[in-house]
């Protein structure tokens, strides 16, 4: 007689998924809401501080936008299965979005270093957006081979780079740093280093998941 219910199993791993997805649609919206709000407002006072760079700023919000609310659809078992040449495409624009956006990034970052920016702030920018390209471009790599699990676990690891973005931004506003230079580049660097971590927890468990399948399976068989 089996101890548990894989249907109640199979519930608890969908559960555990929709709440990092929903707390990732969380921080979009927020980021919406209060730090990008000016994107809509011509009278925002904040355009004053982005009138020297705003067309580099223009194609790294769209590339960044692309990365961000497109990288979700990549994890979708049943997208991948049921639409697997919408996959593939909306694989290839995360891919483009991520590879513009962190060039891009790093130097928008250096051009606000001569406007006061910090030369250590532009050094953390230049280090997300060379993780975000390398991990991006490993993933693409392994997909073109058809190393699919290999695939997926960089996708995840890219994945948790770029949402660096989301995550500084709420946590110096939660946290009440807003406007302050020399906490938010703490938040930047701390961000970055746990994104490469948390990345990779979250590959380890998935790959926890799987092995644990089988002896399940096999567990319920002789029940």
């Known amino acids: 007689m089996p101890t548990s219910s ?42 004053s501080h982005y009138e020297p760079f705003k067309w580099w700023l223009l194609p790294h919000g769209l590339a960044g936008a692309c990365a961000i609310f497109l990288g979700p659809m990549q ?11 919408l996959h593939r495409v909306v694989g290839r624009v995360y891919v483009v979005g991520a590879l ?11 051009y606000e270093e001569r406007m006061g920016g910090t030369r250590s702030f532009s050094i953390a920018a230049g280090v997300d957006a060379a993780l975000l390209m390398l991990t991006t471009a490993i993933a693409f790599y392994f997909a073109v081979q058809r190393k699919i ?27 009440g740093w807003d406007g302050n230079g020399a ?14 971590l948390v990345g990779d927890v979250v590959v ?3 790959e926890l998941r799987k092995t644990n399948r089988p002896l399940t399976a096999r567990a319920q068989t002789a029940d």
Not at 100 to 110: E, K, N, S
Request: net charge positive; glycine share 2%.
């Open 100 to 110: 513009a956006l962190a060039p891009l990034g790093a130097y928008i970052q250096y």
């Open 183 to 196: 906490a938010i580049e703490t938040i930047v660097w701390t961000c970055v280093a746990f994104s490469v």
């Open 149 to 175: 699990t290999l695939h997926r676990q960089w996708m995840t690891r890219s994945y948790a780079i770029a949402i660096v973005f989301l995550e500084v931004r709420v946590i110096a506003s939660i946290g």
């Open 6 to 47: 894989p249907s109640l199993k199979g519930q608890l791993r969908l559960r555990s998924k929709h709440i990092v997805w929903a707390f990732i649609a969380f921080m979009m919206l927020y980021v919406l809401q209060h730090n990008e709000r000016f994107l809509i407002d011509s009278t925002h006072p904040a355009w």
């Open 75 to 85: 994890f979708s078992d049943r997208l991948r299965q049921k639409y697997t040449k």
């Open 204 to 206: 380890q468990w998935q």
